[in-house]
């Protein structure tokens, strides 16, 4: 699969390169090659233009603007797109006539899964001058399923009409796929994140809601101020909304944490920040640092004397913000760190460390994924990178 999406990468840099080529040289008045150069061209800039609203998925609104873009392609009278059920689009002429057959006769690439050829005994109409007296109808596939149709509408029905309105589906059924691969990697980031979730230490709430339980008494105020704190912190971390979040909300939602396990450690959890403000309008994974925070504050902890520094910090790095969760605990053999990561092991040892480590990447790339820095007795240092913009965005 990444050698299908790298190649689809360099075609799309060729297919860029080709076009500003081809604009500058309709700019300057030049002609571009010979006629076959430019209609190369041509083809080209109508399979980018009809790519992005297939690549947003075969429903109605961006099949019609697809239609058109492949309509152009097969330079035939009319082109439809339906799905399993229904006309999603038409496009040219003769929609009246032969519009609500459409449907039907898609439905035999469904079966077949096969291009078909209809004459005009089965397109629906009675006109005897009407232009169109051909359908040839291919199928849309995703992952071997039909999942839609493609109907060039003509007045002769060539083999290479045939051919072309095959090639042409074949392509758009590439477009669809990375569709699909889009949706899948979305859904996947989601169940990480309800993973995380769910990962949030039912310890770290029982403790909490037991040390506000201590002041209700003595210190009402404070119970009070504590169990806003809680209910921020639980509405952060179980929203519903959204895959990103920013730097400063996220490290709010660690403030938080912060100050419910102070409440419980009291002077035993020391705790530094070095924040730069440059980098708090910065888009992260939604609950990219919450769990390495909890995991910090575990480990930092578990000595004997019941005490640790945890240290954060965030810094302005050129095109990028590094992030440092560090605690002084007990720290572990760099190989468990590694197999963690991994998913190798069970993470009652590390909260969440592969699920971020895995979105990171997948979000950003593999040079992106977190670098622990661990030894027995030495505590744990883990590191986080990303870039300055929000992935698929662009720079800020």
């Known amino acids: 699969m990444t050698i299908f999406l790298s190649a689809l990468g360099g075609a799309a840099v060729a297919v860029a390169v080709m076009l500003i080529v081809g604009r500058y040289a309709k700019r300057s008045g030049s002609r571009l090659g010979t006629a076959a150069e430019r209609a190369t061209f041509e083809t080209l800039h109508t399979a980018w233009s009809a790519a992005p609203p297939l690549r947003a998925g075969l429903v109605p609104a961006t099949a019609r603007k697809a239609a058109r873009h492949l309509r152009t392609l097969l330079d035939t009278p009319a082109l439809a797109i339906t799905d399993e059920t229904r006309l999603l689009a038409w496009d040219g002429a003769g929609q009246d006539c032969h519009g609500e057959v459409t449907a ?8 077949s899964g096969r291009p078909q050829v209809f004459g005009r005994d089965k397109l629906g109409c009675a006109e005897a001058d009407c232009p169109i007296r051909y359908a040839v109808v291919a199928p849309l596939a995703v992952d071997d399923h039909v999942v839609g149709a493609i109907t060039a509408y003509s007045s002769t029905a060539s083999a290479a009409l045939v051919q072309a309105t095959n090639e042409v589906a074949r392509w758009a059924s590439g477009q ?3 569709a699909e691969l889009d949706r899948s990697k979305r859904r996947l980031l989601e169940a990480e994140v309800r993973a995380l979730r769910a ?17 209700v008494r003595t210190n009402p105020e404070r119970a009070r101020e504590l169990l806003i704190e809680f209910a921020d912190f639980t509405r952060y971390s179980f929203r519903r909304h959204g895959d990103f979040t920013t730097l400063g909300e996220e490290l709010r939602s660690i403030e938080q944490y912060l100050t419910l396990q102070r409440a419980r450690f009291g002077d035993r959890l020391k705790v530094t920040l070095r924040i730069a403000p440059e ?11 919450q769990p390495l925070v909890e995991n910090a504050v575990r480990h930092g902890m578990d000595g004997e004397a019941g005490t640790g520094h ?14 440092f969760v560090e605690d002084d605990g007990s720290g572990m053999e760099p190989e468990q760190a590694r197999r963690i990561l991994a998913g190798e092991v069970d993470e009652t040892a590390g909260i969440g460390l592969g699920n971020i480590d895995d979105r990171l990447r997948q979000v950003y790339g593999d040079a992106f994924g977190l670098v622990v820095e661990t030894a027995p007795g030495a505590g744990t240092k883990v590191h986080v990178r990303v870039p300055k913009y929000r992935s698929g965005v662009g720079p800020r």
Do not use: M, R
């Not at 990962?199 to 002041?215: E, G």
């Open 104 to 111: 039907e006769l898609a439905k035999t690439v469904f079966e």
């Open 279 to 289: 980098v708090l309008p910065v888009n992260v994974p939604f609950l990219c640092l």
């Open 199 to 215: 990962q949030i230490s039912p310890h770290f709430i029982y403790n909490s809601l037991t040390v506000i339980a201590s002041f």
């Open 176 to 178: 669809l796929e990375l």
């Open 310 to 323: 945890l240290t954060i910090v965030a810094e302005d790095v050129g095109s990028e913000a590094h992030i």
